[in-house]
């Protein structure tokens, strides 16, 4: 079994594990206070050394911030959200994305966070103006209490926008670089690559779609082909569809979202586990997909 890669996001100066954590499931009811503590412990010892979460994930950053206690924090990078929290939704004002972290601070139990993404703004050019969440972020850059700044939406739009700020460090963009979906590689990938600025490739499940459950024929019938080839040919959908956004030609990180120890151990068996150059070749024929 293949180990994770080191890899840079962009020319932050980080260099995790190529497989992130993400902590949305540890802070729903799915997961409880020590599903979350033994899961992020076991993620950090295989590995997975860039943990994400979010104001917005129930109480992920309560658990995550349990976890990280007793020296665990100074063995990953930390990254958290603005714009999410219940109380201040899509609020990108200097004082709501200052009272977001400084809250985040409070709950993961730290005094840095390596980064901050502005989350889901339905209108990006609010938390980019003046005065609003970009501004505040980088005073409290300059301040010492955050790393980096990134953003975190899906519109490609934007992304470029965010990027072309040149304050904007990482992208996190999810469900549009996949098995199912590749349109990230020709409008965010390349302008990161040539704008020097971080990739994280999340929800490379597809929002379940490619975790290996049956998905929907009636409702994703390209998603529920490739299942269905993948128990034809003996093979997982999830560790194809893990090293494929491993694969992306990207200075950053694939990032996926367990609830307990054993999806953990799940997805770091289907992000080294070995796939032959036959099967790929194979799906490549059927679905013009590849590494």
Same mark, same amino acid.
């Given at each position: 079994?293949a180990?994770l890669?080191?890899?840079?996001?962009?020319t932050t100066?980080?260099?995790?594990?190529?497989?992130?954590?993400?902590?949305?499931?540890?802070?729903?009811?799915?997961?409880?206070?020590?599903?979350?503590?033994?899961?992020?412990?076991h993620?950090?010892?295989?590995?997975?050394n860039?943990?994400?979460?979010?104001p917005?994930?129930?109480?992920?950053?309560r658990?995550?911030?349990?976890a990280?206690?007793?020296?665990?924090?100074?063995?990953?990078?930390?990254?958290?959200?603005t714009?999410?929290?219940?109380?201040?939704?899509?609020?990108?004002?200097?004082?709501?994305?200052?009272?977001?972290? +400084?809250?985040? =601070?409070?709950? !993961?139990?730290?005094?840095? /966070? %390596?980064?901050?993404?502005?989350?889901?703004?339905?209108?990006?050019?609010?938390?980019?103006?003046?005065?609003?969440?970009?501004?505040?972020?980088?005073?409290?850059?300059?301040?010492?209490r955050i790393?980096?700044?990134?953003?975190g939406c899906?519109?490609?739009?934007?992304h470029?926008?965010?990027?072309?700020?040149?304050?904007? +460090?990482?992208? =996190?963009?999810? !469900?549009?670089?996949?098995? /199912? %979906?590749?349109?990230?590689?020709?409008?965010?990938?390349?302008l990161a690559?040539?704008?020097?600025v971080?990739?994280?490739l999340?929800?490379?499940?597809?929002?379940?779609?490619?975790s290996?459950?049956?998905?929907?024929?009636?409702?994703?019938?390209?998603?529920?082909?490739?299942?269905?080839?993948?128990?034809?040919?003996?093979?997982?959908?999830?560790?194809?569809?893990a090293?494929y956004?491993?694969?992306?030609?990207?200075?950053g990180?694939?990032m996926?979202?367990?609830c307990?120890?054993r999806?953990?151990?799940?997805i770091?068996?289907?992000?080294t586990?070995?796939?032959?150059?036959e099967?790929?070749e194979?799906f490549?024929?059927?679905?013009?997909?590849?590494?």
């Amino acid at each position: 079994m293949a180990e994770l890669q080191t890899r840079k996001i962009g020319t932050t100066g980080m260099t995790p594990k190529a497989l992130g954590l993400g902590c949305a499931w540890f802070g729903s009811s799915k997961s409880s206070d020590a599903d979350a503590i033994e899961g992020i412990h076991h993620a950090i010892e295989l590995g997975m050394n860039y943990v994400d979460t979010s104001p917005g994930y129930g109480d992920s950053e309560r658990r995550v911030g349990l976890a990280l206690s007793g020296g665990w924090r100074d063995r990953i990078y930390l990254q958290t959200k603005t714009g999410t929290h219940p109380e201040r939704a899509q609020d990108y004002s200097a004082v709501g994305t200052r009272w977001s972290v +400084e809250n985040s =601070l409070r709950l !993961l139990k730290t005094d840095y /966070l %390596d980064s901050v993404l502005i989350h889901d703004p339905s209108d990006i050019a609010v938390p980019l103006s003046a005065g609003h969440a970009l501004d505040e972020l980088l005073k409290m850059k300059e301040e010492g209490r955050i790393g980096h700044i990134g953003i975190g939406c899906r519109p490609h739009e934007f992304h470029r926008q965010a990027i072309e700020t040149g304050h904007i +460090e990482i992208v =996190l963009t999810f !469900l549009d670089y996949t098995l /199912l %979906d590749q349109s990230a590689a020709q409008s965010t990938m390349p302008l990161a690559e040539e704008r020097g600025v971080g990739i994280i490739l999340a929800s490379i499940l597809g929002m379940g779609r490619l975790s290996g459950t049956e998905p929907d024929p009636s409702r994703d019938p390209l998603a529920h082909a490739m299942w269905e080839w993948c128990i034809d040919h003996n093979t997982r959908i999830r560790d194809l569809a893990a090293q494929y956004c491993l694969a992306a030609k990207i200075e950053g990180i694939v990032m996926t979202g367990p609830c307990n120890r054993r999806e953990v151990d799940e997805i770091y068996q289907a992000a080294t586990r070995e796939v032959s150059e036959e099967i790929w070749e194979a799906f490549d024929s059927r679905f013009h997909v590849r590494p």
